[in-house]
């Protein structure tokens, strides 16, 4: 099969959490030279997105959102070597992710930080249901350029404005570039919380964090 047959595999596979068939697609286009970049957009994280829209449509279930996702992880987990080896694009900048206190949802926040390494991008992913506390001290010790601070449910959006207040409550905010993202997030809700960047989806968060950093948006 042609790599854009094997990149067509990859989506339907992926969607349909078939573990095998997608590890497998996945598996022979990096054996056979295929851009890694190409497979993760328009192999990966198109099915992901395409996933999240039929499940906003009520057309699937979570469950079956979370079986991708994870099968999401492990095939990213092939690419993801390749990609760094390659070092394209690279950004010179540090990102620091997290999902907030009280959240464990982090298919979203997963898929930008996957496509944010294929910018270039330094990645410290600080997981799902992450205190606040945590975060602070993450920005102390990891100095990055930009915090992305993911939040799915509308509870816990809030926590979103607590970090950045506790930030600059440290003398930290001004130091770095927050974004907000996530479902119920809107660009009112981050301009009221206080963040530097706001993006409704992956692609997005790489433009306005290669903006943020002042790097050219390809």
């Not at 192999?43 to 079956?64: C, D, H, I, K």
């Not at 975060?135 to 799915?152: C, D, F, H, M, T």
């Not at 479902?183 to 919380?193: C, F, H, S, Y």
Request: some cysteine; overall charge negative.
């Amino acid at each position: 099969m042609s790599h854009e047959e094997l990149i067509a595999t990859l989506r339907s596979t992926l969607m349909g959490a078939k573990r095998e068939e997608a590890l497998a697609a996945t598996k022979q286009l990096m054996d056979t030279g295929a851009d890694p970049v190409v497979v993760l957009q328009d192999g990966m994280a198109a099915a992901m997105f395409e996933l999240g829209a039929m499940w906003s449509r009520g057309e699937v279930f979570l469950p079956e959102v979370v079986a991708s996702a994870t099968l999401f992880k492990m095939c990213n987990d092939i690419v993801e070597p390749v990609l760094l080896e390659r070092g394209e694009k690279k950004a010179g900048a540090r990102v620091l992710l997290a999902t907030v206190k009280g959240d464990l949802h982090d298919l979203g926040k997963n898929m930008v930080g996957a496509m944010l390494k294929t910018a270039g991008f330094e990645v410290i992913d600080l997981g799902k249901d992450t205190p606040t506390e945590k975060i602070v001290n993450a920005v102390k010790e990891y100095e990055p350029q930009i915090l992305g601070l993911s939040a799915l449910l509308t509870t816990t959006v809030p926590q979103q404005k607590v970090v950045i207040e506790t930030l600059k409550a440290e003398g930290l905010f001004d130091s770095l570039k927050v974004m907000v993202g996530g479902a119920p997030v809107t660009q009112e809700w981050a301009d009221e919380a206080g963040a530097d960047g706001y993006a409704p989806d992956a692609p997005e968060a790489i433009r306005r964090a290669l903006a943020l950093t002042s790097q050219p948006v390809g």
